[in-house]
């Protein structure tokens, strides 16, 4: 039986300035994002010193309306978890610095998260009374099989228990949401390019064109092959060869050809995930799947992988799909419960490259 606890979750790896207060690992009191996509959308990509300075603007705000929304002060916070990798360094640094004072400040425990471990915990709410929630109806069950697909990660994992995990495969260069983005630059729609991939895909024929998958490990994964081939399916559908340049297929291609595209590497690269995820099941037979990661929100992906696993999968809601500081507050509950150490809020260190 778990004590009545209650964890403040930062995070600031890339351009969400986020926090949350979670209770017991699986009630959610509060949740709060800022978001500086607009400031990068004209850039076509993430702008790290812009996202850092946005980071020092929203913090305070953030973890302040995170408290308040979760009827809180700080005499009712047990610890505070932040994300310290992986990342961008700067967007990392105000996150981290900004624990480790209030660590001090307040004195409460302070706990180093991983991040991409944290979008895996996004699954162990169950509960909440704010609104516009969906939250599955229980907490996944050990063996659990991890198919984490977020902008920087591709992998998978079979969690045994708690911090108690296989890492069974893992992209051998780009994830599949850059694959989403880099797909979404050739045809030319804005950043960030994974959901406006996904609602082109809607309009289009996802048969329309044979796409290549990588031959890799057995649950490895490969991306940037895909991405090339796309490239060079745009090109020769305007009747260019490889030389033209990327930058104009835009403005050549017409929207049908579009969303053909669209809707042909997403099937691909959806199917590339799932087959492996298939395999996996077949081989270890966890008691539950659980997808992480902003690919996670991909509709396909879902769509996908009930039909092809033989056990009701609970997705997690579309908003602690992308970055959440509610992922990090859950996991630190975890690492509360599970007496993992604590960090030195004098020292503790930003880890961008940090893996699982
Ligand atoms: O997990 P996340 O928010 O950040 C990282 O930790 O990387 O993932 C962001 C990635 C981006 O590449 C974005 O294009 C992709 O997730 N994404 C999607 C969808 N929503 C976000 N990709 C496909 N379909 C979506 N609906
Ligand atoms: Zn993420």
């Given at each position: 039986?778990?004590?009545?606890?209650?964890?403040?979750?930062?995070?600031?790896?890339?351009?969400?300035?986020?926090?949350?207060?979670?209770?017991?690992?699986?009630?959610?009191?509060?949740?709060?994002?800022?978001?500086?996509?607009?400031?990068?959308?004209?850039?076509?990509?993430?702008?790290?010193?812009?996202?850092?300075?946005?980071?020092?603007?929203?913090?305070?705000?953030?973890?302040?309306?995170?408290?308040?929304?979760?009827?809180?002060?700080?005499?009712?916070?047990?610890?505070?978890?932040?994300?310290?990798?992986?990342?961008?360094?700067?967007?990392?640094?105000?996150?981290?610095?900004?624990?480790?004072?209030?660590?001090?400040?307040?004195?409460?425990?302070?706990?180093?998260?991983?991040?991409?471990?944290?979008?895996?915990?996004a699954n162990?709410?169950?509960?909440?009374?704010?609104?516009?929630?969906t939250?599955p109806?229980?907490?996944?069950?050990?063996?659990?099989l991890a198919i984490i697909v977020?902008?920087?990660?591709?992998?998978?994992?079979?969690?045994?228990?708690?911090?108690?995990?296989?890492?069974?495969?893992?992209?051998?260069?780009?994830?599949i949401?850059?694959?989403f983005?880099?797909?979404?630059?050739?045809?030319?729609?804005?950043?960030?390019?994974g959901p406006?991939v996904s609602k082109?895909a809607l309009?289009?024929?996802p048969?329309?064109?044979?796409?290549?998958?990588?031959?890799?490990?057995?649950?490895?994964?490969?991306?940037?092959?895909?991405?090339?081939?796309?490239?060079?399916?745009?090109?020769?559908?305007?009747?260019?060869?490889?030389?033209?340049?990327?930058?104009?297929?835009?403005?050549?291609?017409?929207?049908?050809?579009?969303?053909?595209?669209?809707?042909?590497?997403q099937r691909?690269a959806i199917e590339?995930i799932v087959?492996?995820a298939r395999?996996?099941?077949?081989?270890?037979?966890?008691?539950s799947v659980v997808i992480a990661g902003g690919v996670a929100a991909n509709q396909e992906l879902r769509r996908q992988l009930t039909e092809a696993l033989?056990l009701p999968i609970e997705f997690p809601d579309l908003k602690l799909c992308t970055?959440?500081?509610?992922?990090?507050?859950?996991?630190?509950?975890?690492?509360?419960?599970?007496?993992?150490?604590?960090?030195?809020?004098?020292?503790?260190?930003?880890?961008?490259?940090?893996?699982?």
């Amino acid at each position: 039986m778990l004590l009545v606890m209650k964890v403040l979750g930062i995070e600031t790896s890339c351009d969400e300035t986020a926090a949350a207060v979670v209770e017991d690992g699986s009630r959610l009191l509060s949740n709060v994002v800022a978001s500086s996509m607009d400031l990068h959308a004209q850039y076509g990509g993430v702008v790290p010193e812009i996202a850092a300075r946005s980071h020092i603007e929203a913090i305070l705000p953030v973890i302040h309306q995170a408290l308040d929304d979760a009827s809180c002060t700080w005499d009712d916070i047990d610890a505070i978890a932040v994300t310290y990798g992986a990342g961008l360094g700067g967007s990392l640094l105000i996150g981290v610095l900004t624990a480790r004072t209030l660590a001090i400040a307040h004195n409460k425990p302070l706990y180093a998260v991983n991040h991409v471990m944290g979008h895996v915990y996004a699954n162990f709410l169950t509960a909440t009374s704010l609104p516009g929630f969906t939250m599955p109806a229980g907490a996944p069950e050990f063996p659990m099989l991890a198919i984490i697909v977020s902008g920087g990660h591709s992998q998978l994992a079979l969690f045994r228990g708690h911090f108690d995990y296989d890492l069974l495969g893992r992209t051998q260069d780009d994830a599949i949401g850059e694959a989403f983005d880099k797909v979404a630059k050739i045809i030319g729609l804005p950043y960030p390019g994974g959901p406006n991939v996904s609602k082109a895909a809607l309009s289009g024929d996802p048969q329309a064109f044979p796409l290549p998958k990588a031959k890799v490990g057995k649950y490895d994964f490969s991306f940037s092959g895909l991405k090339t081939a796309v490239l060079r399916l745009a090109q020769a559908e305007i009747g260019e060869d490889y030389n033209f340049p990327s930058t104009k297929l835009p403005e050549r291609l017409n929207d049908a050809q579009k969303n053909d595209i669209a809707a042909s590497f997403q099937r691909v690269a959806i199917e590339t995930i799932v087959d492996k995820a298939r395999l996996a099941f077949d081989e270890f037979a966890p008691r539950s799947v659980v997808i992480a990661g902003g690919v996670a929100a991909n509709q396909e992906l879902r769509r996908q992988l009930t039909e092809a696993l033989p056990l009701p999968i609970e997705f997690p809601d579309l908003k602690l799909c992308t970055d959440n500081g509610a992922m990090i507050a859950t996991l630190g509950c975890f690492h509360v419960l599970t007496g993992q150490p604590v960090a030195d809020p004098y020292a503790l260190d930003i880890a961008p490259n940090l893996s699982m």
